[in-house]
């Protein structure tokens, strides 16, 4: 069983957006190892320097890093990622798994985003729509498309 890593910058602060998520926490359990971590961003003052938001960044990468599972398929959230439809995301999922990366980590930033080298590292860089979101629905965004991914691997139903 897949282990996929969650790693995310910031906490959930609507209590809906926490239903949801948990809902899908619940749904995955039969696919794959679930982990998320919440990772705190660095404070920023109302209008920041570029040099500020680059620094932040950095610190950022740092503790991401940290997290980053060995032998992972990475991902990395980011607004000038390519777009993939549920069966591709799916069919990466799979390749990972014949190619015998035992994890993936998704990586969602802060609400400036990932740091450069972040985006480097990254095998893949996802963007989930042009359109703009609110930042904290990207996770619940991100767990319905593996939920998704999973569903369409196993052929059940979910996926029309």
């Given at each position: 069983?897949?282990?996929?890593?969650?790693?995310?910058?910031?906490?959930?602060?609507?209590?809906?957006?926490?239903?949801?998520?948990?809902?899908?926490?619940?749904?995955?359990?039969?696919?794959?190892?679930?982990?998320?971590?919440?990772?705190?961003?660095?404070?920023?003052?109302g209008?920041?320097?570029?040099?500020q938001?680059?620094?932040?960044?950095?610190?950022?990468?740092?503790?991401?890093?940290?997290?980053?599972?060995?032998?992972?398929?990475?991902?990395?959230?980011?607004?000038?990622?390519?777009?993939l439809?549920?069966?591709?995301?799916?069919?990466?999922?799979?390749?990972?798994?014949?190619?015998?990366?035992?994890?993936?980590?998704?990586?969602?930033?802060?609400?400036y985003?990932?740091?450069?080298?972040?985006?480097?590292?990254?095998?893949?860089?996802?963007?989930?729509?042009?359109?703009?979101?609110?930042?904290?629905?990207?996770?619940?965004?991100?767990?319905?498309?593996i939920?998704?991914?999973?569903?369409?691997?196993?052929?059940?139903?979910?996926?029309?």
């Amino acid at each position: 069983m897949q282990t996929v890593n969650i790693i995310c910058l910031g906490r959930l602060k609507e209590s809906y957006l926490r239903d949801a998520c948990k809902e899908y926490e619940k749904r995955l359990k039969g696919y794959c190892t679930l982990k998320i971590y919440e990772l705190e961003p660095v404070l920023l003052p109302g209008e920041p320097s570029e040099k500020q938001i680059a620094n932040a960044l950095e610190k950022e990468a740092e503790m991401i890093e940290k997290k980053l599972a060995s032998n992972a398929l990475t991902v990395a959230m980011c607004i000038e990622g390519k777009q993939l439809s549920s069966v591709k995301l799916s069919e990466k999922m799979a390749e990972a798994a014949v190619q015998g990366r035992s994890a993936i980590n998704f990586i969602i930033g802060s609400s400036y985003g990932l740091a450069p080298r972040i985006k480097t590292l990254a095998d893949i860089r996802l963007s989930m729509s042009e359109m703009t979101f609110p930042h904290q629905l990207a996770r619940v965004m991100l767990l319905e498309q593996i939920y998704r991914a999973y569903t369409i691997l196993s052929g059940t139903h979910y996926h029309k």
